[in-house]
């Protein structure tokens, strides 16, 4: 074999006739060249089908076709119609799918289903066939990252309109991290349709990331640097909606709030108005503004004494909470209380000082106050923190904590809602998450598919991991007529439904007009994205309960009864009459 071009370098083999083929110059060994012998006995055929369309024109999956350890991947956005290949001499194959979320996926080697394909080989003379099969699902990867700029989402928050209408809210994060460290925007999504098709995504709050603005004189000029972290909850018998959020430049744990507003630096709070368009059918959202003070103010605790002698009293105002955000994903609403034209809100906040607290709001957010005393600590080793309530109107504390929940209950005196006290921290739902945000959810309409009696259903969710993992949703059984305590309450969590079997994060929820539970959570890849997927009542409780009606019940009962009639033996009339046994 001759060279054409650079005589310097041939392809003969090393030392002379009979020695080993290399590619090599004159004055070196040269390599060692391998040919792999190709089966043309044994033929693969590989078919790829995609059912159904990808919401917002995502990606299907990633398919890795892997050949003696050696991969080779390819972006699925449509099928592919296969053809035959050959393998060589004894390699073995493996076919892998990392499937986005939207599609289920099946695979099928020789028309026979498979959970996988891993290391398998060929057989001669029958042509082997794989088939990979997608089909769309009601899943939406809502706010993906990275985004068009290459920066990632975070935070879900959720919530369903009275029109139905069902929000979705993002954090959308330039600066990469937290407030305090870059800008931070928060974007949101809206379906008017359970969310089967959803809006595309708008701002809700811009933060402009002006360093020029910011100054050491006056704190006050951090407020629209960034805004993030949102709580959202949506009035129960009018078409409006609030949101809260964290704002500024303040990282939380360096919040140092003081009744000096022009020197005070706590995490900022900020109130965002949802207003619904009848005429277009649209939601407008006012410019955030700064409601810092609202939250702060009432952890200022006075102190009054008197001097015994000249008969003056002095007045001391401390600062008992420095630095506070609301518990992101979900402000809770109450079904009992209601003062003037709102259902009392209740928000449960981290606090840089001694754990959560617990504030409620009377008029839909324009003003807050205490649960409980200045001096309550209802968890105080609590992280992120969310609020429920049982049927009675008794408020329910759940925290985030390593590996599980810590749970408390705030116990009112009596039916006008104003006293009552917080019982002694309990924890729960044990896991290996090692502490992550998720939401507590009451459903009230539920029913026992195997009695048909009606049931009230705690759901909460957060991950198994281990880590930032596998987020699944657990359900607990309330009695309405129980006095439950932070120990009874924290107990006898039975594990519902793993939605998630990737690394994912936070996760909130809402229940819609469908009946069925909006579900919003934090999911690879990418860092993370935000996932909706809609959940009936039978997915979240293992299909042990459904959604209560008439017309469920007559159905239970109906067959429940002819289960019985059905059933043979000695009995009344006759020996051979339908009898209970």
Known sequence: IVPTANTGIGLNPHGGIGNILKFYGNSDGGNRWFFEVIDTQKSLTMNVTVNGEAFDNNPVANLTF???????????????????????????????????????CEMKLNGEVKTELNNLTLTAGTPTVVDVTYTANQDRILFKTPDANGKPYRIPAIATALNGDVIAISDNRPCGSDIGYGEVDIKVRVSKDNGETWSEEEFLANGDGNESRLTDDDKTNDFAYAFGDAAVVADRTHNEVVVFCVSGKTVCWNG????????????????IKGTYNEETGTWSWSTPVEVTEAFYSPFVKQTTTTDGESGESTTTRTVTVQSLFIGSGRIMQSRVVKKGDYYRLYAALWTKNQGNRVVYSDDFGETWNILGTVDDRPASSGDEPKCEELPNGTVVLSSR???????????????????GS????????????????????????????????????????????????NVAIWYKVIDPEATYTPETFAADWTLGKQVSFRGSAYSTMTLQKDNNIGFLFEEEPGGYCIIYTPLSIEDVTGGVYTLYSDENRLEVVTNYAKS??????????????????
């Open 66 to 104: 892997t050949v003696d350890g050696t991969n080779s991947q390819t972006t699925v956005t449509g099928t592919q119609a296969g053809k035959a290949v050959y393998l060589p001499m004894n390699a073995t194959f493996s076919v892998s799918s990392y499937t986005y979320r939207g599609f289920d």
């Open 564 to 581: 019985v009639l059905a059933k043979k033996g000695v009995g009344y009339p006759t020996e051979s009459a339908a009898a209970r046994t």
């Open 401 to 419: 904590r390593g590996n599980g929940r810590y749970f408390n209950l705030f116990i009112f005196d009596n039916n006008t809602y104003t006293t």
């Open 422 to 469: 917080w019982g002694s921290v309990a924890t729960g739902i044990s896991n290996n998450d090692s502490g992550t945000n998720g939401e507590i959810y009451l459903l009230d309409n539920v029913m026992d598919k195997t009695t048909g009696e009606r049931k009230t259903v705690m759901l909460q969710s957060v991950p198994l991991g281990n880590g930032r993992k």
């Open 256 to 271: 140092n709030y003081t009744t000096d507003p022009s020197t005070s630096n706590p995490n900022r709070v900020a109130k």
